[in-house]
């Protein structure tokens, strides 16, 4: 990009209103992006050819992230086709029982998700088990699915997913980074998912015994699945390798400290020890395509982001944002958390709504001078809030497998962004203030 003068901040403003209105009109993603990217520009006063560069740049700024995401394909294929991630849930609801069914459940959605399931196909996983459940113990449709979504939230802000990588690579930290910082408020936020699904298992529709045969896990043939002790390998060699830097940091050992392993390789690694343990390696190439398939939506996104993020670099926006909110008096800590939560909300995704928010405030948050790691827990957690929105496909994935209508659905929104509000709040409180 070779721009004599930064464009106008409304540019970027208008571009960005642009691409959410599209997406909101269920035009493609992607395009939405690059159309508003495109027509922001332009009615910005930007030539032909600084609009191209423009797009060039923002697009290239994101390849890192695209090809972690990628990367992180490999794990995630492996652990969903594999049967390795329904192993794990079956394997915690059977430990703590039918008593403590709602932090079964909820605890299960949430290791699923952290070891790098995306959060819709762990609520899936999860959902069978949830109805069979539901049905012996009296726990009602609201409640069940409170305490997968809760947990699936709390999850994945510690996971290796997609988000996770974005926003990372967004505020140049390394992965092991944003999920260690992100623990804190993902225990808060399983703490108030199984507190308000403890108040809600008696409130609305219960499953019924139909529901429980048609949509539940019923008795099912675990020899088509792998034991627990192999299916567990894959995520703790993931988890093991990502942590090795941050505990040599911890601990002072200059050994570990200069031992940097990138995501980048340390997932698919992982994913292939996965494969060898539970002696399924000649499968290598199915659940690996699998994996790539499910990332391609993203990386796709991604790339669309870019471009926007190309924009706003191109204008003067961040300079105008960190003079407005010096100017009304508040603190700029707060910026993180909102342009998280806005960005979710407006495209009812975790992933969009923080691949958008780090590459739309970005700068203006380091502007500010908040630290990174701060930075990237609060748009993160800001990013759950409300992301489940219906013009996102999470609303109603969740809503089939629960067997929910809309309007039930609709109902268990407020509950949610309980969840994603505290998570928030914890997070804007313990990194933007304390520490």
Known sequence: MHSIEPLEWYSALIGLFIAIMLI???INPVYSLFVGAILGAVIGGGSLEQTIGLLTSGTQSV??????????GVLAGVMMESGAAETIAQAIVRKMGESKAILALALATMIITAV?????VAVLIV???ALSVGNKMGISKLALLQALSGGGKAGNIISPNPNTIAVANGFHLSLSEVMIAGFIPAVFGLIITVVVAS???????????????????GEKNDTAYPTLDKAIVAPVVAVILLMINPLGSIFHINVLTEFRLDAMYVLPIAGIAGLIAMGQQHKVIAYTASGLEKMTATVLILIGAGAIAGLIAASNLSVQVVQLINSMGISGTFLAPISGILMAAATASTSTGTILATGTFGNAIAAIGIMPVASAVMVHTGATVIDSLPQGNYF???AQSMNMTIRQRMGLLPYEAIVGGTMTLVATVLYGFIL
């Open 127 to 129: 959902a069978p088990i």
């Open 199 to 217: 108040l809600l298992k008696n409130k609305g529709i219960m499953v019924s015994d139909e529901e429980a045969v048609t949509y539940g896990s």
């Open 396 to 398: 109603h994935v969740t």
């Open 116 to 120: 790098g399931v995306f959060i819709p």
């Open 24 to 26: 909101l009109k269920k």
């Open 63 to 72: 390849m890192g992230t695209v090809i972690r995401v990628l990367a992180a």
